[in-house]
């Protein structure tokens, strides 16, 4: 069988019968049952979670920021020009919430501002393929079938711009807390406050295109983001019930989860579930992710911001499995984005990810243009080999290298 078809062919389905599959919408649950239906043959336990989740939380942190950073800078223009206190002190007040909202939410990388948002349920999917016997290890393969909200900045414009107007809302910080206290202290002259409130503009209209950061109303199909992951893991479990294959002693697994554009929320959900389940074996998960471009596959040894560390063991294992096919992939560089392996780090199960995508903004990341019609069947197959040669090295070794 044409495996590298298999996988192609789902997801073009899946991309025209299932729209809008933004984390928690029913679309993410029927899509994920074309994907059980597809795999009831090849599996001998499949079972779903569902989980509580706020889909607009984590992206719309981002916007959340960008307003309320442009009240502080309002709200201090408003003191300059009153000659009154308050306005001073709200907008200081309303500069920590949103330094404290940035940091939890994208550099400690922890729920924070759910809460705020609608509810909507989650799903997961988790497909069992058993050993011959007793297992003693267990190896996941990890992909999620929810799509991003698009990201105009991301289409329209260059990285440099991208930059300035988060360099730009992240200094808005330091200079709002510093204009303020010193306002409040009466330490700065009329004319100084009027320099400085010429300096808070200047920044807010750099970083003012964060309001529309997000685009709400359109879900891209989101074909290498991240359905070549799940089908990925899919055709491999296919092709183990093909050949009537196990390994005597490893479970191989497949987990598609829902909410990954939204933090990670249903990874999270699954591995705080499952936690005991999944460190009672040898357990060791792989996330492939966006898998597009040979030239920028990455092995992920590190989380979003550098702030969890993925498995240096399961690091090992992917490197070697590409030298075995010909590639000798480099360790990611520092990176603002995320994956599902990091919920499985932060509880101790051995992770990694291995993803095909540039840091710097594509006509395929997290826009329209993320479509079936935008794969590449030669990086998917290159992949494909590499998860095949990880699973068996690890099942024939019985460690992680």
Same mark, same amino acid.
């Given at each position: ?11 073009? !389905?899946?991309?025209?019968? &299932? ?15 074309? /994907? ?17 989740? &706020?889909? &607009? ?6 916007? *959340?920021?960008? $307003? ?5 800078? #309002? ?15 709200? !907008? ?48 996941? %393969?990890?992909?999620?079938?929810? #799509?991003?909200?698009? /990201?105009?900045?991301? +289409? ?25 206290? %010193?306002?409040?202290? @009466? ?9 400085? #409130? ?25 074909? @290498?983001? @991240?359905?070549?992951?799940?089908? %990925? ?11 009537? /294959? ?33 460190? !009672? ?35 090992? *294992?992917?490197? $070697? !499995? ?6 000798? %992939?480099? /360790? ?11 919920? $499985?780090?932060?509880?101790?199960? +051995? ?14 990341? &997290? ?22 040669? #990880? ?9 992680? $290298?």
């Amino acid at each position: 069988m044409d495996y590298i078809k298999y996988i192609t062919d789902g997801i073009e !389905s899946i991309c025209k019968n &299932h729209k809008r599959r933004s984390a928690g919408c029913e679309s993410v649950k029927t899509a994920q049952a074309e /994907m059980s239906e597809a795999m009831k043959d090849c599996v001998d336990e499949m079972r779903t979670q569902q989980f509580e989740v &706020h889909p &607009h939380a984590f992206i719309g942190s981002i916007p *959340l920021y960008a $307003f309320l950073s442009l009240a502080a800078c #309002a709200l201090f223009l408003s003191g300059v020009y009153s000659g009154e206190l308050w306005p001073y002190i709200v !907008s200081l007040a309303v500069t920590v919430t949103a330094m404290v909202i940035i940091v939890v939410e994208y550099i400690l990388f922890r729920p924070f501002t759910d809460r705020l948002y609608p509810k909507r349920t989650g799903q997961n999917l988790y497909m069992i393929r058993r050993a011959k016997n007793t297992p003693k290890r267990r190896i996941i %393969l990890c992909g999620h079938s929810d #799509a991003a909200w698009e /990201m105009p900045l991301l +289409k329209h414009f260059p990285l440099v711009l991208i930059l300035t107007c988060i360099i730009s809302g992240l200094l808005f910080w330091i200079i709002n807390f510093l204009f303020c206290n %010193l306002a409040l202290a @009466n330490f700065l002259s009329a004319k100084t406050l009027h320099v400085f #409130a010429g300096i808070e503009i200047v920044d807010s209209i750099l970083y003012a295109p964060l309001l529309f950061f997000v685009d709400w109303r359109t879900v891209v199909d989101g074909a @290498n983001d @991240n359905l070549t992951g799940c089908y %990925l893991a899919m055709s491999l479990l296919k092709e183990m019930a093909d050949n009537d /294959m196990r390994y005597d002693d490893t479970e191989v697994c497949c987990l598609i989860t829902d909410a990954e554009e939204c933090g990670l929320r249903g990874a999270l959900a699954f591995a705080e579930e499952n936690v005991e389940e999944l460190l !009672s074996l040898n357990t060791i998960v792989i996330a492939p992710d966006t898998i597009h471009s040979v030239k920028e596959l990455r092995i992920f040894s590190r989380g979003i911001n550098y702030t969890e560390s993925n498995s240096e063991e399961v690091c090992n *294992l992917l490197y $070697f !499995s590409s030298i075995k096919n010909g590639l000798d %992939l480099p /360790m990611a560089e520092f990176y603002p984005g995320a994956n599902d392996s990091e919920a $499985f780090s932060a509880i101790g199960v +051995k992770a990694a990810a291995i993803c095909g995508v540039a840091f710097t903004p594509q006509d395929y990341y &997290h826009n329209v243009n993320d479509t079936y019609t935008n794969l590449n069947p030669e990086c998917i197959r290159l992949v494909r080999n590499i998860l095949k040669d #990880a699973v068996e090295m690890f099942a024939k070794a019985g460690k992680v $290298f």
